[in-house]
């Protein structure tokens, strides 16, 4: 699907954060596309409801349904004869990221909980996040390094002693065993669940 012909309609749709085309065949099967298989487009909304509600995962996200449907109205009146487009939510992908740190002498121990945690849900942020704090890239894995990278400018920690990433399951509040790194596939983006930070002053 032509980026500038997506970016076009877009524009006129309301209020999109973020998006990712993936030719059908290939987020399915992970083999080359079919070009008669057409695209699914997936759009996140400017929104920060989906990133505040388990409940809103359990359910898909149908908040934004109507802007979802205004996008793939538009796309259908300009789509190429022979083509199909499918306008979507991203699906998300639980992380936990627990720490344990040592706060620099005389510093509080509390205050560096606090923007401990702050840092990792704000790197972690499907809209905000990121390396480059432009918004989680799709299919982008969550790894270790995340952690380190995101508590970087915290002026009151001394050292990282322990860091650990967990799969998770907001719905259920389940987490999975520690890894090295959350695979998160084409159509997905990190949603963080109920990090942990333990300070040591």
Same mark, same amino acid.
Request: hydrophobic share 45%; glycine share 8%.
């Given at each position: ?26 987020? /399915? ?10 695209? *699914? /487009? ?26 979802? &449907?205004?996008? *793939? ?24 990221? =627990?720490?344990? /740190?040592? *706060? ?14 702050? *840092?990792?849900? /704000? ?25 380190? =990278? ?17 799969? =998770? ?10 890894? &090295? ?21």
């Amino acid at each position: 699907m032509c980026v500038l012909f997506v970016a076009l309609v877009l524009g006129g749709c309301g209020a999109v954060a973020r998006t990712a085309n993936i030719d059908s065949a290939r987020s /399915l099967s992970g083999s080359p596309a079919d070009p008669l298989a057409g695209s *699914a /487009l997936y759009v996140n909304p400017d929104s920060s409801a989906v990133l505040e509600s388990r409940a809103l995962l359990a359910r898909g996200d149908t908040r934004d349904a109507g802007l979802l &449907q205004r996008i *793939a109205t538009a796309l259908d009146r300009r789509r190429l004869v022979g083509t199909r487009v499918t306008v979507e939510p991203p699906r998300y992908r639980g992380v936990t990221v =627990a720490l344990r /740190l040592r *706060a620099r002498r005389g510093r509080d121990a509390d205050q560096l909980t606090a923007d401990a945690l702050a *840092a990792l849900y /704000l790197w972690l942020h499907p809209r905000l996040g990121g390396p480059e704090g432009s918004g989680w890239p799709f299919g982008r894995p969550v790894t270790l390094g995340d952690a380190h =990278a995101a508590l970087a400018s915290l002026a009151d920690l001394d050292y990282v002693e322990d860091a650990r990433l967990y799969p =998770a399951d907001p719905v259920s509040g389940s987490r999975g065993e520690a890894a &090295q790194h959350v695979e998160v596939a084409d159509d997905e983006l990190p949603f963080s669940f109920e990090h942990l930070v333990q300070v040591r002053a």
